[in-house]
């Protein structure tokens, strides 16, 4: 909302942030929770990105932004309290800036550390945020002329998970590149993995526990996904080719609730939904749309039953259904919007 004229910003689907905070998106373990909160944060400054911003810096050299609760988090997502939390970990956060300092009253350059977020606060109620940004970081986002990555807010914003957000901005870094040749030690030094993490059977423990699940809900969600092959010496795994490309997803819309929990109601009955399997399935909806979903589920119950109990990943069996009985219809219609 203005906080103004109390109307309706529409947000733009586009971001466009500096080239440096990408690669901090990276190094950063950001959770869904915050990165959602830094997307929304990034688009009302698109909104209002301009040169002199003077006017709004607070006395505490601050710029305010305000939100509702709702905007900040996925319309699946109940737990308020969960924020909260985020809002006060991306406090902790630091980033190092240029900026100027006066020593013996001449002004000299210097580095500034600011937090990502500065003072957050809420309400009691829970209804609304406000989120103070430093001035200087504020100057820092919107200035591109050092380069840029661009990508989907929406996707972002519905991602889950460390790695699978931060696969989605390692991504969209190298997208012009068309892919991507590391070693193993490169990928884990590129993704900011713990050198005491996966230390054993590297190559298989990268792939199931990143690189596949980030595939997969990438490939379900998000604009962007990679296909990937392993650089072989002998039989050992040495490292990883990845190959970058755009997905037919189109942008995610956000649902109403009440659609949502009706898919949800409509699989509990029969099967045990995880939050990521929840949040995946979300992903769906946003693919496919909420009413084609739907008919999905209850006409082709028992193969998405037989998938499941094959797969034991419920989102992917549905999927697995869709493709195996609708694709040529996705195909169909990928043809005719090239022609």
């Known amino acids: 909302m203005n906080d103004f004229t109390n109307k309706k910003i529409k947000l733009p689907e586009v971001i466009r942030q500096p080239y440096q905070l990408t690669a901090n998106f990276v190094k950063f373990n950001f959770s869904a929770g915050e990165n959602r909160v830094l ?24 710029i305010s932004l305000q939100y509702h609760y709702r905007d900040l988090i996925l319309d699946s997502t109940n737990t308020k309290e969960r924020l909260d939390d985020a809002l006060t970990k991306l406090r902790e956060k630091t980033l190092p800036i240029t900026s100027k300092m006066v020593v013996d009253g001449r002004e000299e350059e210097s580095i500034k550390l600011v937090g990502v977020i500065e003072k957050p606060e809420w309400t009691k109620s829970r209804s609304h945020v406000k989120i103070d940004l430093d001035a200087g ?14 990508f989907l807010a929406d996707s972002s914003f519905n991602l889950t998970g460390t790695y699978n957000i931060k696969f989605y901005y390692y991504v969209r870094q190298w997208m012009q590149t068309g892919g991507r040749k590391v070693t193993l030690e490169q990928f884990r030094k590129e993704l900011e993995i713990p050198k005491d993490k996966y230390t054993t059977n590297t190559s298989s423990a990268f792939k199931q526990k990143i690189i596949d699940p980030a595939k997969k809900m990438l490939d379900e969600i998000a604009d962007v996904s990679f296909n990937y092959s392993d650089i072989k010496q002998g039989r050992k795994t040495v490292g990883f080719v990845f190959k970058f490309y755009q997905t037919n997803n189109k942008a995610p819309v956000r649902h109403n609730v009440e659609r949502v929990e009706e898919i949800f109601s409509l699989l509990e009955c029969n099967f045990e939904l995880s939050k990521a399997d929840k949040s995946r399935l979300v992903g769906l909806i946003n693919k496919y749309q909420f009413t084609f979903l739907k008919s999905i589920i209850n006409t082709h119950y028992f193969d998405v039953k037989d998938n499941y109990d094959r797969m034991k990943d419920l989102p992917n069996a549905i999927n697995k259904v869709i493709l195996d009985n609708y694709d040529y219809l996705f195909q169909k219609n990928a043809e005719n919007s090239n022609r």
Do not use: A
């Open 39 to 62: 997307v929304r944060i990034l688009q009302r400054i698109k909104v209002h990105q301009e040169i002199n911003y003077t006017p709004q810096i607070d006395l505490n050299g601050n």
């Open 137 to 150: 970081f504020y100057g820092f986002l919107t200035d591109l002329s050092k380069g840029y990555t661009e």
